[in-house]
Antibody, heavy 122, light 111 residues
Framework: EVELMESGGGLVQPGGSLRLSCVASGFPFSSYAMTWVRQAPGKGLEWVSGISGSGIGTYYADSAKGRFSISRDNSKKTLYLQMNSLRLEDAAVYYC???????????????WGPGTLVVVSS | QSVLTQPPSVSGAPGQRVTISCTGGSSNIGTVYDVHWYQHLPGTAPKLLIYGNSNRPSGVPDRFSGSKSGASASLAITGLQAEDEADYYCQSYDSSLSAYVFGTGTKVTVL
């Protein structure tokens, strides 16, 4: 059974940093692309960043470019999102999700985690 | 803001059929990119309902069906059940943004 579990959320001040983690199980982690999606309070889903199964290909939404960095440790079956220079508008529940293939392509996300909450406030 | 537009809410009585529309443009749904649908209960993991416009993953009831025509797509739920009360999102890819895009979301209420 595929399982994804995020952690690392919490309260951070504007301008601060946070690193999110997502531990995967139930599938060959290195064989699949992974992505981060967020949902701000009262808002819809927003794609943040994606990474190929090898970790070589990384992709970012404009809102994340230059501030966020996605990475993965395939030996630990863990996905990361390093978030720097956090803004009030980055407050959201952050979900990790699995892609259907090793590459980041224009496809769907077949499994999601329950999310971790990031609060940005002074 | 979202580039895919959905109605904020739809409702129906148990057993009825409801449809949710998803309208995009020439750089996303209106071109080669497929549409996918998710069911989301607040506080839980979103669940894939439909992928590739009309395909159901294993375990998703056949009460859920999807279609795409031009720059729009639709999700239909037949035989509406109380457990179908949730938020529903469409998703595609946008070549102008070079990004995955989601719809604005639709809350389904079972009367």
């Amino acid at each position: 059974e595929v399982e994804l579990m995020e952690s690392g959320g919490g309260l951070v001040q504007p301008g601060g940093s946070l690193r999110l983690s997502c531990v995967a199980s139930g599938f060959p982690f290195s064989s699949y692309a992974m992505t981060w999606v967020r949902q701000a309070p009262g808002k819809g889903l927003e794609w943040v960043s994606g990474i190929s199964g090898s970790g070589i290909g990384t992709y970012y939404a404009d809102s994340a470019k230059g501030r966020f960095s996605i990475s993965r440790d395939n030996s630990k079956k863990t996905l990361y999102l390093q978030m720097n220079s956090l803004r009030l508008e980055d407050a959201a529940v952050y979900y990790c999700a699995k892609g259907p293939r090793a590459i980041v392509a224009a496809e769907h996300f077949d499994y999601w985690g329950p999310g971790t909450l990031v609060v940005v406030s002074s | 803001q979202s580039v895919l537009t959905q109605p904020p809410s739809v409702s129906g009585a148990p057993g009825q059929r409801v449809t949710i529309s998803c309208t995009g443009g020439s750089s996303n749904i209106g071109t080669v990119y497929d549409v996918h649908w998710y069911q989301h209960l607040p506080g839980t993991a979103p669940k894939l309902l439909i992928y590739g416009n009309s395909n159901r993953p294993s375990g998703v009831p056949d009460r859920f069906s999807g279609s795409k025509s031009g720059a729009s797509a639709s999700l239909a739920i037949t035989g509406l059940q109380a457990e179908d009360e949730a938020d529903y999102y469409c998703q595609s890819y946008d070549s102008s943004l070079s990004a995955y895009v989601f719809g604005t979301g639709t809350k389904v209420t079972v009367l």
